[in-house]
């Protein structure tokens, strides 16, 4: 016989990581704004921990599905990365990050770039296979970005199926023996 479990839920708080970090000379681009690609690390290393939090076990970054760049940010200012999951699936989740600038001299705060991405918890030998829980918007904010995640979700797979259609008609020869 076996023992059904019902699926856990947790809040969307209970995912939500915020890191903040300075932009120094060294983060800039060639336009004086903070690298994208350097945003990008940062946005996977903060939805990373909310992934983890959310599914207690080992996760990897599937994809990045968006990254929409709003405004630029700026030396001197801040970046703030907030992150949570909002939405999963059976072993996948998907972390919205919000992504807001300051100018440390004004206080002045804004948007400067929004993000989802797909985490999946995997299985280990210890946890056998994995079933993430459910999640619960409470906010406004979360319902918001939550009741898209089912939309969003339905264009991933359409994406992933045209990615690896895509993947094996591409040739795996060194560009120098072409």
């Known amino acids: 016989m076996t023992e059904s479990k019902e699926r856990k839920i947790k809040r969307c708080i209970e995912s939500r990581v915020v890191q903040t970090h300075r932009v120094l000379p060294s983060d800039l681009n060639h336009h004086q704004t903070l690298f994208g690609g350097n945003l990008m690390s940062l946005i996977d290393n903060t939805a990373s921990i909310s992934a983890a939090r959310h599914s207690r076990g080992v996760t990897v970054t599937a994809s990045m599905d968006s990254l929409d760049f709003l405004h630029p940010i700026y030396s001197n200012h801040s970046v703030c990365i907030e992150s949570y999951v909002s939405g999963v699936g059976k072993s996948s989740m998907e972390v919205f990050c ?12 804004y948007l400067a770039a929004t993000s989802f991405s797909t985490f999946v918890s995997t299985k280990t030998k210890e946890q056998g296979d994995v079933i993430v829980p459910l999640v619960e918007p409470t906010t406004e904010e979360e319902r918001l970005v939550c009741e898209g995640y089912q939309k969003r979700r339905e264009k991933r797979i359409i994406n992933r199926e045209f990615n690896e259609r895509f993947a094996n008609a591409i040739s795996y020869a060194a560009p120098w023996e072409a």
């Open 98 to 109: 919000k992504i807001m600038g300051e100018d440390l001299m004004t206080g002045k705060r």
